[in-house]
Structure formats: C-alpha cells, structure tokens
Nanobody, 116 residues
Framework: QVQLVESGGGLVQPGGSLRLSCAAS?????????MRWFRQAPGKQRDFVAF???????NYVDSVKGRFTISRDNAKNTVYLQVNSLKPEDTALYYC?????????WGQGTQVTVSS
C-alpha cells in the first residue's frame, strides 16, 4: 500500500517556475520505488512526464527536456519536479505515480496553470 500526496502547483506566468512535491507513505522503503510524474490537460489523456529510478536515473518526455528536473529525497520520502520556463501548454493537473508489482498508485494531483 502506497499513499501519494502532491503539492506545489499554482498559477504562474509564461516563463515562470514551480517546484512540485509528492510525499509518499509506504510499507516498503521509499528508496526502492521508481517514481513517475504524469500530467493531464483538460479534455486530453494523461501523459507521462518524467521518472526517476531508485538509483537516481531520470528520464523525460521530449517536450520537457531541459526545462523540467525530477529529483528525490529518500530521507523525506519525497519526489520533486522542478518545472522551469513554463509554457501555456504545460497547463495541466500533475500526478505522481508509482507501482508495487502490478499494482499502481496515484496521488490526487496538483494543478499547474500557466497564463498571463
């Protein structure tokens, strides 16, 4: 059983930045989980954004490379998504996700709105 709680979203102007957080609680050590961020814009499907493995290897969807950075603090059971140089098309509900075997776990999401 894993519980995920996102925070840090908000309204920001184009070019602005935010740091999204996802706090996890789980039976197994947080450090053992690969953590992922997804996002879902209104009327669109939920899309992958980034992941970070237990060993710290990270990868990103092409559209955010160079602008977003995923990181983790295992001592705080938290994964972060630093989002810079935001564009209106980054507007979405951002979700944290992980899995244990075949069971997936989602947070409730945090809204990022990019608008002038």
């Amino acid at each position: 059983q894993v519980q995920l709680v996102e925070s840090g979203g908000g309204l920001v102007q184009p070019g602005g930045s935010l740091r999204l957080s996802c706090a996890a609680s789980s039976r197994s050590p947080f450090s053992s989980y690969t953590m992922r961020w997804f996002r879902q814009a209104p009327g669109k499907q939920r899309d992958f954004v980034a992941f970070i493995t237990s060993g710290g290897t990270a990868n990103y969807v092409d559209s955010v490379k160079g602008r977003f950075t995923i990181s983790r603090d295992n001592a705080k059971n938290t994964v972060y998504l630093q989002v810079n140089s935001l564009k209106p098309e980054d507007t979405a509900l951002y979700y944290c996700y992980t899995n244990s075997g075949t069971t997936g776990y989602w947070g409730q999401g945090t809204q990022v709105t990019v608008s002038s």
